[in-house]
């Protein structure tokens, strides 16, 4: 009995210093921009687009992430992304049609590619 109260305490106080640490706390959707793979699909704001290409420079300390990207008219348009140490999330600037709108993490929703093929 005497080993369970020990044990009880010991694992209750892993638990308390478990509990009352800092810990990083991410949105579910930081990162989305910078996770991007070729033939993903999609969706930024009012568009709809596949990654045809990503192009990442070989420098390490550089945060930026370029991808090219198709609209369904087969229009050409390019995302760069860039990333920010301090806050853990990324943010873009689409460039399509002579126009240039910035993009946030929570802007980019993942399509399934039968959604799009339709």
């Known amino acids: 009995m005497i080993m369970f109260r020990q044990l009880s305490r010991c694992i209750a106080g892993v638990f308390r210093l478990w509990w009352t640490v800092d810990r990083i706390r991410i949105s579910p959707s930081a990162g989305r921009l910078r996770a991007l793979t070729v033939g993903d ?8 687009y596949t990654v045809v290409d990503r192009q990442v420079p070989a420098d390490r300390s550089c945060r930026t992430v370029q991808y090219s990207l ?7 348009a390019v ?6 140490i301090n806050e853990g999330s990324a943010t873009g600037e689409l460039r399509a049609e002579g126009t240039a709108i910035t993009v946030f993490d929570d ?4 399509m399934k590619q039968a959604m799009v093929s339709r």
């Not at 802007?107 to 993942?110: A, K, S």
């Open 41 to 48: 699909c999609v969706q930024i704001r009012d568009g709809i």
């Open 70 to 76: 198709t609209d369904l008219r087969k229009q050409a």
């Open 79 to 84: 995302l760069i992304v860039t990333s920010s």
């Open 107 to 110: 802007d980019v929703v993942m």
